[in-house]
């Protein structure tokens, strides 16, 4: 059986059950990752913009301040740590919710610690910062007729020279709409793509993370030239040529 690949870095798990946090804290240590915990929301909160940690596993229901907020307000810092959230919840709309305010993945309680490793594992490696290139793909990349340059290595995104604030999610989901110019895809197969996950429900989810994308590259988010909607299909990139077409006259 292949072994895992070494995956270091500084983990901050929010969560206010002692029983849980330990458990996190001894595997996760164990595995060689640096482990902090916070027990309530503010202080995670604070440990979050704080600490710079490679990653956050928040849990929902946490006293002073919830972890929906937490990662609302996280958010808002542009912060682009990749988080994790655990919840005791059944309801979908909590879901949902959490991934509409920038949660990467959702976790539902209880779970085994082989599933949780395995998504922090698969967070952190689309985290990682490359060299030069990412699977033999340049680590720049020039998109949207080169209007648009992302760095998959830093997880960063330039329009027109300017660095743009995007969250992890934003960041994939521009990165896989752009590569794949001119190509409609489904709310549902987006999900599946960037998401990892099949979602069953989570379809907003896409349509609020596409608001998002528009508000910080279109001049005119309600008429957009990069991501076009597709009516009873979903979404696309512009082409090259459609760009070039739509650019003004000099």
């Not at 292949?2 to 929010?14: M, P, R, T």
Request: net charge negative; with cysteine; glycine share 8%.
């Amino acid at each position: 059986m292949a072994q895992h690949e070494q995956i270091s870095g500084k983990l901050l798990v929010v969560e206010d059950d002692p029983d849980i946090s330990r458990l996190l804290k001894i595997n996760l240590t164990h595995m060689g990752f640096e482990v902090s915990v916070a027990t309530d929301g503010a202080e995670g909160l604070k440990q979050a913009l704080t600490g710079e940690p490679t990653l956050i596993i928040l849990d929902v229901m946490l006293p002073k301040m919830d972890g929906l907020d937490v990662c609302q307000a996280i958010r808002e810092q542009q912060l682009q740590t990749p988080i994790l959230m655990l919840t005791a919840r059944e309801r979908e709309s909590d879901k949902i919710l959490g991934l509409d305010l920038g949660a990467d993945d959702y976790l539902t309680k209880p779970f085994s610690m082989g599933e949780l490793t395995a998504r922090v594992r698969a967070l952190l490696r689309r985290a990682a910062p490359a060299a030069q290139s990412i699977d033999g793909i340049p680590a720049i990349q020039h998109l949207g007729g080169g209007a648009i340059e992302l760095d998959l290595a830093k997880r960063q995104a330039k329009l027109h020279g300017s660095e743009l604030q995007l969250t992890f999610k934003e960041f994939e989901l521009l990165y896989y709409l752009a590569k794949n110019a001119g190509r409609a895809f489904t709310r549902e197969s987006l999900l599946s793509s960037v998401w990892d996950y099949e979602y069953e429900g989570y379809q907003h989810t896409v349509t609020s993370h596409i608001n998002r994308l528009r508000s910080k590259i279109e001049q005119d988010p309600a008429q957009p030239r990069f991501i076009l909607t597709v009516r009873g299909a979903g979404y696309r990139f512009a082409t090259d040529e459609e760009l070039l077409d739509a650019a003004p006259s000099a």
